[in-house]
């Protein structure tokens, strides 16, 4: 059974740059939501994708925009990149009929460095 | 609104000794728990989840926690601890099924 698995595993990009990053929910999962670790930090929600569509956003502003696919894998997008943009960026999935009490899974991330 | 504190961003113990991570819960109605561990370099892997369903939680490794309503704890307890535990370990509650976390702690043992 394979995992949440997210690529590339490390990114570099420069400042004003535009990034994508994919992810591919565990099997039989629906429902992905993408997080930001800053270094030293604990994971913040930026939004969740489910039936192709954004259900939630946390506090990013829209420089911060996803897509859901109908295969459910889902892809965040960021454009014109700030240094504070340097973080692990986390996928999760999940089942949506479980509502707020079922496990998130999480891939192993991608490093994003902006210079 | 709903959040998470841990006490203690980084604990340190002796191998063998016991593992007490602590974490302190806000929220307006019944919460949804979970302890995570994140190794270097590494996403985050699931320990324990409490969804009401009973107050002391048993999970992965040999971690447990228990739910005290009275003190809005979840605190993660381990009664031995092992070098493979060296890790940052988050705890978070579920809020309309996205997680909020805390800010962590990290958990360093000595031979």
């Known amino acids: 059974d394979a995992g949440v698995t997210q690529s590339p595993t490390h990114l570099i990009k420069t400042r004003g740059q535009q990034v994508t990053l994919r992810c591919s929910p565990k099997?039989?999962?629906?429902?992905v939501s993408w997080y930001q670790q800053a270094l030293g930090q604990g994971p913040q929600f930026i939004f969740q994708?489910?039936?192709?569509?954004?259900?939630q956003r946390g506090n990013f502003p829209d420089r911060f925009s996803g897509h859901q696919f109908p295969n459910y894998s889902s892809e965040l997008n960021v454009n014109a990149l700030l240094l504070g943009d340097s973080a692990l960026y986390l996928c999760?999935?999940?089942?949506?009929?479980?509502?707020?009490?079922?496990?998130?899974?999480f891939g192993p991330g991608t490093r994003l460095t902006v210079l | 609104a709903q959040s998470v504190t841990q006490l203690g961003s980084h604990v340190s113990v002796s191998e063998g000794a016991l593992v007490l991570l602590r974490c302190n819960y806000s929220?307006?109605?019944?919460?949804?728990l979970f302890w995570y561990v994140q190794y270097p370099n590494q996403g985050l892997q699931l320990l324990l989840k409490?969804?009401?369903?009973?107050?002391l939680v048993k999970g992965i490794n040999g971690f447990e926690a228990e739910f005290k309503k009275s003190e809005t704890s979840f605190h993660l307890t381990k009664p031995s601890a092992h070098m493979s535990d060296a890790a940052e370990y988050f705890c978070?509650?579920?809020?309309?099924?996205?997680?909020?976390f805390g800010q962590g702690t990290e958990l360093s043992v000595k031979p």
């Open positions: 994708y489910y039936e192709e569509e954004e259900r």
């Open positions: 409490y969804t009401s369903a009973a107050t």
């Open positions: 978070a509650v579920s809020v309309r099924g996205k997680l909020i």
């Open positions: 929220s307006s109605v019944p919460p949804y």
């Open positions: 999760a999935s999940s089942l949506a009929w479980a509502g707020r009490t079922d496990t998130q899974y």
């Open positions: 099997s039989g999962h629906d429902t």
